[in-house]
């Protein structure tokens, strides 16, 4: 009986080697599943956040171009109303007729002439007053 409770100890302190060993093996798999998953959510952390990053360089470049526009935008509103901004306004204009050129403001009375209203019946081009 001696010898029987030796091998039953013996049997018995395997059998706590292998729940101790299994244990161990499973602690460790979830410890590293742990971390894989850890791993795996830095990097979509850090693909996001540089996305992220070059979104916003793209608005500030943006920002930057549109606070350039209204700058200038503001400063021209500013010299039109200024004194002498009439004159300056008026220089600004004249560029755009050729010298000695006449000015020409056409008013009428009635609406421009239509396609139907503007065609002769003989089939010749209409020539506009």
Not at 3 to 23: A, H, I, K, M, N
Not at 55 to 83: H, P, W
Not at 92 to 120: G, H, K, L, Y
């Amino acid at each position: 009986m001696a010898s029987s409770f030796g091998l039953d100890s013996q049997l018995l302190s395997l059998s706590t080697e292998r729940r101790e060993l299994l244990c161990s093996l499973i602690g460790l798999s979830v410890k590293i599943g742990l971390v894989a998953l850890t791993g795996v959510s830095l990097l979509r952390l850090a693909g996001a956040y540089q996305q992220r990053m070059e979104s916003q360089g793209e608005i500030s470049a943006v920002l930057e171009l549109e606070n350039a526009k209204l700058t200038k935008a503001r400063e021209r509103f500013d010299a039109l109303f200024m004194v002498e901004g009439e004159q300056r306004l008026i220089r600004e204009q004249s560029q755009w007729i050729a010298p000695n050129r006449m000015r020409v403001a056409w008013q009428s009375s009635r609406p421009f002439p239509t396609v139907e209203s503007a065609a002769p019946s003989s089939g010749k081009q209409a020539t506009l007053p």
